[in-house]
T-cell receptor, first 115, second 110 residues
Framework: GESVGLHLPTLSVQEGDNSIINCAYS??????FIWYKQESGKGPQFIID?????DKRQGQRVTVLLNKTVKHLSLQIAATQPGDSAVYFC??????????????FGKGTHLIIQP | NAGVTQTPKFRVLKTGQSMTLLCAQD?????MYWYRQDPGMGLRLIHY???????AKGEVPDGYNVSRLKKQNFLLGLESAAPSQTSVYFC?????????FGAGTRLSVL
């Protein structure tokens, strides 16, 4: 079936370094993607999103890159801080027949920050 | 700013018991969703609603029922709980493509 996945379950980086979290998707019809951050014991929090008519979008310390040719998505976090420690999920957007916008989530990458 | 509120936060059930999880949102969103999250997994959609009085099945609907009697509330019911339903349940709401999530309900079925 079609799904959204992440390449690595765990990523360990040094504090202050840049982090790159990758995601592969398989539904070529998807046209909207979201990155969520989930801290322990909390619900997913929105980080950044991107539509398929864009290749890159920047936020505060975060950048999302979309490569539609190879169906790959990445999240770059600049100058990683201890507060960035969390599980990061990419989510793919599909349109249901009823008009709701369901999300298909990848399995997540746990970002660990080393001091 | 309450956003999406889920109750209860924790619950332990015995096999065969029933319960209802409540989700409330104060953002006047049309769309609401219930997901479950299992260890090492992303969220999987159980049921969703595109408006008051409507519900639809998601990816993993078996063993669950839902109701959306009021726009701000979305209820998830387990009629006869099974150990396989041990999970963390998240509710979300949206007015467009971006979904906002609650803090989750951790359910254990013994």
């Amino acid at each position: 079936g079609e799904s959204v996945g992440l390449h690595l379950p765990t990523l360990s980086v040094q504090e202050g370094d840049n982090s790159i979290i990758n995601c592969a998707y398989s539904n070529s019809a998807s046209d909207y993607f979201i990155w969520y951050k989930q801290e322990s014991g909390k619900g997913p929090q929105f980080i950044i999103d991107i539509r398929s008519n864009m290749d890159k979008r920047q936020g505060q310390r975060v950048t999302v890159l979309l490569n539609k040719t190879v169906k790959h998505l990445s999240l770059q976090i600049a100058a990683t801080q201890p507060g960035d420690s969390a599980v990061y999920f990419c989510a793919e957007n599909w349109q249901s027949g009823g008009g709701a916008d369901g999300l298909t989530f990848g399995k997540g990458t746990h970002l660990i920050i080393q001091p | 700013n309450a956003g999406v509120t889920q109750t209860p936060k924790f619950r332990v059930l015995k096999t065969g018991q029933s319960m209802t999880l409540l989700c409330a949102q104060d953002m006047n969103h049309e769309y609401m969703y219930w997901y479950r999250q299992d260890p090492g997994m992303g969220l999987r959609l159980i049921h969703y609603s595109v408006g008051e009085g409507t519900t639809a099945k998601g990816e993993v609907p078996d063993g669950y029922n839902v109701s959306r009697l009021k726009k701000q509330n979305f209820l998830l019911g387990l009629e006869s709980a099974a150990p396989s339903q041990t999970s963390v349940y998240f509710c979300a709401s949206s007015y467009s493509r971006l979904q906002y999530f609650g803090a989750g309900t951790r359910l254990s079925v013994l």
